[in-house]
């Protein structure tokens, strides 16, 4: 733009004038990209978040050379660990010292499965333990999720399924482990652009249920003799 000042002589009073002129460049606030790595993960997980310049010309209002993000960070990658659903914002400022306004990227946290075993963890020697193993049900808006299941005996996979059946040698107390796996899918728009797409997560948590086995108690047969004769008692 072009600013016009126009000058009096008030000192001699003279009423002479005088107009010159100053061009000054407007600059904007920087444009530029922000996303994540993952918009989707397990509790706890940790994401990278990144913020990129709109330009690499210094020259350039879109050129970033400064980026901040709501924590006070200064960096165009931020790296975090994610325990609940949260927006990260980020300010970028430019070489002509203008700051945008916020821009946002969401990742969207899932929980963890929580496992349970049943039925009471006791059993005869020689028998067959059978426990049943339970993700916990979640509620995860717009997406589903699917489970599987891992059980191993002796560092030995021992089941596929929610339900083990197994026969254990030898008596006393046992360790199973089971790991429970939850798949879950959602659609996301980290940054609320209007365009969703599908993510994917999986988590996983293990349990060690115990198993008490019995020893089974000493049988002896014993007779008059070695041998019997035919119809005798």
């Not at 306004?101 to 059978?130: D, F, H, L, M, R």
């Not at 916990?136 to 399924?161: A, F, K, L, M, P």
Request: proline share 4%; hydrophobic share 25%.
């Amino acid at each position: 733009i072009t600013v016009y000042m126009k000058a009096y002589d008030q000192t001699n009073h003279t009423g002479c004038s005088s107009v010159t002129s100053v061009t000054l460049t407007v600059h904007k606030a920087p444009d530029f990209e922000v996303g994540t790595n993952k918009a989707l993960v397990c509790e706890g997980e940790r994401v990278v978040l990144s913020a990129t310049s709109g330009s690499n010309d210094v020259d350039n209002d879109d050129c970033v050379k400064e980026f901040e993000w709501d924590n006070g960070t200064i960096s165009a990658n931020y790296t975090t660990n994610v325990t609940t659903t949260q927006t990260f914002k980020v300010k970028g400022t430019n070489y002509f010292g203008c700051t945008s306004s916020e821009k946002g990227v969401t990742v969207i946290a899932v929980p963890n499965p929580t496992i349970t075993t049943t039925p009471s963890p006791t059993a005869c020697e020689g028998s067959v333990v059978q426990l049943t193993a339970k993700i916990e049900d979640e509620t995860i808006g717009n997406g589903t999720y699917q489970d599987s299941y891992e059980w191993t005996y002796e560092n030995r996979q021992v089941g596929t399924d929610a339900q083990l059946s197994h026969s254990p040698s030898g008596s006393g107390t046992i360790y199973y482990e089971v790991t429970g796996s939850r798949k879950y899918s959602v659609d996301v728009d980290p940054t609320a652009s209007g365009t969703f797409t599908n993510a994917t997560a999986t988590c996983v948590s293990s349990l060690r249920p115990a198993v008490s086995i019995s020893a089974a108690p000493p049988m002896t047969i014993k007779g008059y003799e070695s041998g019997v004769c035919e119809g005798a008692s």
